[in-house]
């Protein structure tokens, strides 16, 4: 049974780090594409950034130059480094593995 555990939010200032984490068991994590996304109440899931089997990697343009997306295959997790934070990046994050299977999310606060 695939399981997807994503860890690493919390409460953080405008302009400060996070790094999120998410872990894959029950699959080949090198054998998939990860992806974050994020979703605030009332609003559409969005795109944050991903990362391919071939090491290519996307990001939204709202995260473009301060958030780093990586994979660690030996620990089957894939992070989001996260730098200047924004109220507007406040949300809960989601991992995806191969586009069709999602962990439970993790929050997101950044005050101003």
């Known amino acids: 049974q695939v399981q997807v555990v994503e860890s690493g939010g919390g409460l953080v200032q405008a302009g400060q780090p996070l790094t999120l984490s998410c872990t894959a068991s029950?699959?080949?994590?090198?054998?998939?594409?990860m992806a974050w996304y994020r979703q605030t109440p009332g609003k559409q899931r969005e795109f944050v950034a991903s990362?391919?089997?071939?090491?290519?990697?996307n990001y939204a343009t709202s995260v473009k130059g301060r958030f780093t997306v990586s994979g660690d295959d030996a620990k089957n997790t894939v992070y989001l480094r996260m730098n200047n934070l924004k109220p507007d990046d406040t949300a809960r994050y989601y991992c995806?593995?191969?586009?069709?299977?999602w962990g439970q999310g993790t929050q997101v606060t950044v005050s101003s």
């Open positions: 995806n593995i191969g586009g069709n299977i």
């Open positions: 029950g699959i080949i994590f090198k054998d998939n594409s």
């Open positions: 990362i391919n089997r071939l090491d290519r990697i």
